[in-house]
Every structure is written in C-alpha cells, then in structure tokens.
C-alpha cells in the first residue's frame, strides 16, 4: 500500500513562500504509475484541488494558484514538491498530497499552511 507523508507547511507572512514535499513509499517509481496532485482544505470548507500532475507529466492549477504554485516531481527522491510563491491569507489550509493507482486515491495526513501576518 502506498504511503505519502507530507511536510513543509507553517507559518509565513503574506508574500512570502513555501515548499511543500511529499515523499512516496511503500512504492518504487510512483510517478511512472499514478497522476499525483495537492489539494487543500481550509476551516469550514470543502477540500479542492490546487494543482495536479500526470504520469506524462502534464499540470493543470486551480484559477487562484495560476501562476503562483509550481507542482513538481524528483524521481529519484519519489517525491512531489508544492512550491508557493506570492502567498495570501486566502492560502491558509491543511495542504494534502494525493495518489491516483490502480483506481484507488491514496492521501497523506496534510500538513497545515498559514499566511499571517
């Protein structure tokens, strides 16, 4: 079974970065077999899709990431990367890594972002 383990949330001001990382196990070469994507939840909301990345390495980013966030992979590490740029208090979430194999999603535990000043 495969398992993600996020890091790299905390606290920034607003403007500031982050870079999220979210390692794979349990799997060899995870993005040569599943699309992979970041998705976030914050407090009262529905969880919603940032960005996501296919195994031919195509992206796609929500309209209020575009141009901010860059989703990326290292294939060595089997580790997905969330850079965040030009951070907002609109940003402030839990951030989760997410797996799509075989039909099956798979989740990390997230890991929380908070844009404050």
């Known amino acids: 079974q495969v398992q993600l383990v996020e890091s790299g949330g905390g606290l920034v001001q607003p403007g500031g970065s982050l870079r999220l990382s979210c390692a794979a196990s349990?799997?060899?070469?995870?993005?040569?077999?599943?699309?992979m994507g970041w998705y976030r939840q914050a407090a009262g909301k529905e969880r919603e899709l940032v960005a996501a990345?296919?195994?031919?390495?195509?992206?796609n980013y929500a309209d209020s990431v575009k141009g901010r966030f860059t989703i990326s992979t290292d294939n060595a590490r089997n580790t997905l990367y969330l850079q965040m740029n030009s951070l907002k208090p609109e940003d402030t979430a839990v951030y989760y890594c997410?797996?799509?194999?075989?039909?099956?999603?798979?989740w990390g535990q997230g890991t929380q972002v908070t844009v404050s000043s």
């Open positions: 997410q797996a799509v194999l075989d039909h099956r999603d798979y």
């Open positions: 349990r799997i060899r070469s995870i993005f040569r077999y599943a699309a």
């Open positions: 990345i296919s195994r031919s390495g195509g992206t």
